[in-house]
């Protein structure tokens, strides 16, 4: 019975024993499943490696992040996917590890599938005994990234800081003394010494007004414990000086004593200087605004009795004179078209120096521009009995796009002064191509233009000053020749919208030579419409005569001789039409609200309502929006074409204005 127990207990610890054993083995393995649960599932990356230099096993996280399968990370050493800059920091790290020293966050780069790369971070140890590595790593490109960009956010405000040239200060009440910082002296401009008297040296710098200021914001601060903001000069040297911000707060012991006074300072010298530049900007802008409403009132107030003068004066050239009438008013004519001159070049002046004039480019014959230059001169050439010709290179384009006016302005001014400086011998025209390059050829053309004489010349020493504006060779030539030495000063700011320039040679007593080189693009023939023109005209002109009978015109005119000049001018060109006359604007709308119009000719400055309102009120009603408006106007200021349109009218002709001119205009509205 006793062996029976016994045997009984024995199998009863056995069977204790076995469950156990078996819970034991239950629980290896359970951590072997978390252990492989954790393994595969983790974001980390974990691998197992030797010490040649392949991964023995990876995890999913190895694949996942770096794009490569895991037959092609165990196929390869481990260092030829980490960035080429990293590679020979991570030979090093795995001596280390050879040695037996771990790794702990240790960071290098490796190659992503797709060609970009990541930030990984390591831990890592050696099995010495069975040579085996054991690493995780964890990808902290973010983190990289975030302290790349606080790298350069404090780079970038430290380079702020030195840029601002902000300096800062402390004063000791207690010990009166003073300290700046390292910027402070640079803005100063002064060396650091420990020995000088700061104080003094600063007090030296500032003149007694900015003294006593600062004594005054300083008490003001201790006292009443108030901080302050103030900018005030400093002299670095005789002749210069710098503008300083500062600002200033008391700072308080524990019993709320005032011990110490501290603040910033900045150099504002360079915003000093913007702030003087805008103001004397803004100034010489003002200015120019004045000036410029000065010469459109005086251009009008000169302009309006000069159309009267060259009006009726050429009126007068078409009826039966005798001789010597003739020559009184061709006098008359001529002096009123060169005072004329004199107004144009000091309002194109105006324009072109202020610099609100551009080039407009249509297609030009220059053969037949020069020659008509060279006629405009041919009278006073025969009187003076000097030979004018003119030579144009055969290579040169039948047509180039330029601007016509503005050409033929620069050379009837040269020849203009060749005219009047040469009393014998000749003058050229000369025009001829300049080579270029043959890639450009067939589409640009280079040409000189060069007028040649046997005049005056000029001095070496006044070769840049006849280009000054208002300025002339010296006194006499002023005198004797008249002029008001705009003309070249003109013709260079015309041809600096080109590219170019007016380039001089000259020998005292016995001539000159003005010339200057332009780059046109080559052009069509433009006339290819020319028969359909001629044809529209010639039905303009039908119908004109066939209106001439039952033809309304109204002329809103303020002044009386010109009201008289346009109506001479009216009864020349529609000699059966009916004149309506209107003094001013409201005159106009109280015409047309009982009277239908065929055209209207509008003064733009009236008493009343002003042309441009007159014209506005005009449009409104229905039945006058076709009626062709022309704007008669003495100003020819910048705008005021436009502001013409904009307000409704049709064309614009400024005074004075010859019969032909007015005619031109209407024509093209009938």
């Known amino acids: 019975m006793k062996k029976i127990k016994k045997s009984s207990l024995n199998s009863q610890k056995k069977i204790a024993q076995l469950e156990q054993e078996l819970e034991n083995y239950k629980s290896k393995v359970a951590l072997y499943e978390n252990f492989e649960y954790f393994f595969n599932e983790t974001t980390d990356l974990i691998c197992i490696a030797n010490l040649e230099g392949f991964f023995l096993k990876i995890n999913k996280a190895f694949t996942n992040t770096l794009g490569y399968s895991e037959s092609e990370l165990l196929s390869k050493k481990f260092i030829n996917y980490v960035y080429p800059d990293d590679v020979e920091k991570t030979l090093i790290e795995i001596n280390n590890l050879k040695e037996g020293n771990n790794s702990i966050n240790f960071s290098n780069r490796y190659m992503l599938k797709n060609g970009s790369c990541i930030w990984l971070q390591w831990i890592s140890t050696l099995n010495l005994k069975t040579k085996t590595v054991f690493a995780i790593a964890r990808d902290i490109s973010e983190i990289k990234n975030t302290q790349e960009k606080l790298i350069i956010s404090e780079k970038l405000l430290n380079e702020s800081q030195k840029m601002a040239k902000i300096g800062s200060w402390e004063f000791n009440l207690l010990t009166n003394k003073l300290y700046w910082s390292d910027e402070l002296y640079n803005i100063f401009e002064i060396k650091k010494n420990d020995k000088d008297n700061l104080i003094e ?90 000036k410029s409403d000065f010469l459109a009132n005086m251009s009008h107030e000169i302009r309006t009795p000069l159309n009267g003068v060259i009006g009726f004066s050429d009126l007068l050239l078409r009826t039966d004179l005798d001789e010597n009438q003739k020559v009184y008013m061709n006098n008359i004519n001529n002096s009123a078209n060169l005072l004329l001159e004199i107004i144009n070049d000091i309002l194109d002046f105006s324009k072109i120096e202020s610099g609100k004039f551009e080039l407009h480019y249509e297609p030009l014959n220059i053969r037949k521009l020069s020659q008509q230059v060279i006629d405009l001169f041919k009278s006073q050439a025969i009187k003076k009995k000097i030979a004018l010709n003119l030579i144009v290179d055969s290579k040169i384009p039948e047509y180039v796009l330029a601007d016509i006016v503005r050409l033929k302005q620069v050379l009837v001014n040269l020849l203009g002064n060749a005219i009047k400086f040469t009393d014998f011998g000749e003058i050229v025209l000369l025009i001829e191509e300049v080579k270029i390059k043959k890639e450009v050829k067939s589409q640009f053309s280079t040409i000189r233009f060069s007028v040649i004489d046997t005049g005056i010349g000029v001095k ?24 008001t030495g705009l003309g070249l000063s003109i013709a260079n700011k015309i041809l600096e919208k080109s590219k170019s320039k007016i380039n001089v040679t000259s020998v005292p007593g016995e001539g000159s030579n003005f010339n200057f080189t332009i780059t046109f693009k080559i052009g069509v023939n433009p006339n290819q419409d020319k028969k359909l023109k001629d044809t529209q005209n010639e039905k303009k002109l039908k119908n004109l005569k066939k209106l001439n009978k039952e033809m309304k015109i109204l002329i809103v005119e303020d002044n009386k001789i010109n009201m008289l000049l346009c109506k001479k001018m009216i009864h020349s060109i529609i000699p059966q039409g009916v004149i309506l006359e209107a003094y001013d604007g409201q005159a106009a709308l109280e015409i047309l609200a009982i009277e239908d119009v065929n055209i209207i000719l509008m003064d733009i400055q009236m008493p009343v309502k002003n042309g441009y309102e007159t014209t506005v009120e005009i449009r409104k009603n229905t039945k006058n929006k076709k009626i062709p408006i022309i704007a008669l106007t003495a100003g020819i200021m910048i705008g005021e074409k436009e502001k013409c349109f904009e307000c409704g009218m049709n064309d614009f002709i400024s005074k004075p204005f010859k019969l032909n001119e007015l005619q031109t205009i209407i024509n093209n509205h009938i």
């Open 460 to 483: 070496k020493e006044n070769l840049e000053k006849i280009f000054k504006s208002f300025v002339q060779e010296d006194a006499s030539t002023t005198k004797r020749y008249g002029g």
């Open 201 to 290: 040296t600063y007090r030296s710098k500032i003149s007694p007004d900015v003294k006593n200021l600062l004594d005054q914001l300083a008490d003001r601060a201790v006292n009443e414990k108030k901080s302050y903001e103030v900018e005030h000069p400093f002299y670095v040297s005789e002749n210069r000086t710098k503008w300083l911000l500062g600002s200033g707060e008391p700072v308080l012991n524990e019993i709320g004593e005032v011990v110490k006074i501290r603040g910033i300072a900045r150099d504002i010298t360079a915003q000093k200087e913007r702030d003087i530049a805008v103001k004397e900007k803004e100034f010489a802008e003002l200015a120019n605004r004045a």
